[in-house]
């Protein structure tokens, strides 16, 4: 029996596109503990779907990076970071960070504790080439392996992190 095919996926990405830049046309101004973030407005069933082609996933987070660009531009102050965080095989994880002030940006990368590490991913990996993105040569590009640790095991995956980072 063949499997059904996934109907609407043009006009699900184009929605997703359009909702992303809805909820980023101005610069958030609700800042909870230092930061403001969007995750993908969307429904984790569709992004992360095996039947979504890799052309749609990859006009995601386009759309993050492009928003988080739009986002830099409208920045009152030096006082922020926009940072666009993709997660990888699957998406629904990915979302926009606003940081107000260096203080949350320095400890939101801190993770190296007993159940969740960030280790970084070899700097011969590029996110650009690898999804055929592109991002502003202003932009930053790094990447690191997730390990998140509990009773079960071990669960690995990769977090991008494109933008403001230096």
């Known amino acids: 029996m063949r499997e059904k095919k996934m109907r609407g996926i043009n006009r699900k990405t184009t929605r997703l596109l359009e909702r992303i830049k809805a909820y980023t046309e101005v610069f958030p101004t609700d800042f909870y503990h230092g930061y403001w973030h969007l995750h993908l407005p969307v429904s984790q069933g569709f992004i992360d779907s095996p039947k979504t082609p890799q052309k749609a996933k990859r006009a995601c987070i386009q759309g993050l990076v492009d928003q988080a660009e ?13 940072v666009a965080l993709i997660t990888s095989p699957e998406l629904w994880g990915s979302q926009i960070i606003v940081f107000k002030g260096q203080d949350y940006f320095t400890r939101f990368f ?23 993105l592109l991002i502003p040569s202003h932009f930053n590009v790094s990447g690191v392996t997730e390990m998140i640790i509990d009773e079960d095991g071990t669960e690995e995956n990769e977090i991008w992190f494109v933008g403001e980072l230096e």
């Open 70 to 82: 739009h986002l830099v531009g409208l920045k009152p102050s030096d006082d922020y970071r926009v």
């Open 110 to 132: 801190d993770r190296n504790s007993d159940d969740q590490k960030w280790v970084p991913l070899p700097k011969s990996r590029n996110l650009q080439t690898e999804k055929n």
